[in-house]
């Protein structure tokens, strides 16, 4: 069994100093898991949410006015 890392991004919409969280979105398909974490503390907690969980979220966050 192989174990694909995480591919660390940011939004390109972040460029507020840092104060970011990232995605790694890759394992989304492979694992079902989209790991998240704060860009200021990369080797800090991360925190892993199912993929449809995570989709599900976004789609909130975009039918927001």
Do not use: H
């Amino acid at each position: 069994m192989t174990t694909e890392s995480p591919r660390w991004f940011t939004s390109s919409y972040s460029d507020n100093g840092g104060n970011c969280v990232e995605i790694a979105a890759n394992l989304a398909v492979s694992q079902g898991v989209v790991p998240v974490r704060d860009s200021k503390t990369p080797t800090g907690p991360v925190l892993t949410f199912r993929a449809n969980v995570f989709t599900t979220f976004l789609t909130s966050l975009k039918d927001t006015p």
